[in-house]
Nanobody
Framework: QVQLVESGGGLVQPGGSLRLSCAAS????????MGWYRQAPGNQRELVAH???????NYADSVKGRFTISRDNAKNTVYLQMNSLKPEDTAVYYC????????????????WGQGTQVTVSS
C-alpha cells in the first residue's frame, strides 16, 4: 500500500551539488521518521541523514556540514541537499520511512525506496 519514489540522482563533479527527493504515498496515517541511507559497492548500507516528524535531524559524521535533510510533512516528502560532493559520496542512495497505516494503528513498518545512483567523478 506504500510506495516511496526517489528522484534527483545522477553524475556530478567533485565539489558539485545534487538534491534528492523522496515522496511517500499510500494509506498513510503517520510517518514518524524519514531518512536517507547509502550503499557503495562492497560496503554495508549506512545511515546518511535522518529526520523525525518534529524536525529533529541527525547526520553521519562524514556528511555533517555538507548535506542537509529536510521534510515536507504535508507532501510526505523528504529531501537531501548534498553540497561539496566528494568521490567518497558515490553510492546508491535509499530513502527510508517509518510508517503507520490507517488500517493498522498498532504496527509501524520501515519502507524503502528502490534507490537512486549518485556518482561523484571528474
Amino acid at each position: 500500500q506504500v510506495q516511496l519514489v526517489e528522484s534527483g540522482g545522477g553524475l556530478v563533479q567533485p565539489g558539485g551539488s545534487l538534491r534528492l527527493s523522496c515522496a511517500a504515498s499510500g494509506n498513510i496515517f503517520s510517518i514518524s521518521a524519514m531518512g536517507w541511507y547509502r550503499q557503495a559497492p562492497g560496503n554495508q548500507r549506512e545511515l546518511v541523514a535522518h529526520i523525525t516528524s518534529g524536525g529533529t535531524t541527525n547526520y553521519a559524521d562524514s556528511v555533517k556540514g555538507r548535506f542537509t535533510i529536510s521534510r515536507d510533512n504535508a507532501k510526505n516528502t523528504v529531501y537531501l541537499q548534498m553540497n561539496s560532493l566528494k568521490p567518497e559520496d558515490t553510492a546508491v542512495y535509499y530513502c527510508n520511512a517509518a510508517i503507520i497505516l490507517y488500517s493498522d494503528y498498532g504496527s509501524e513498518f520501515d519502507y524503502w525506496g528502490q534507490g537512486t545512483q549518485v556518482t561523484v567523478s571528474s
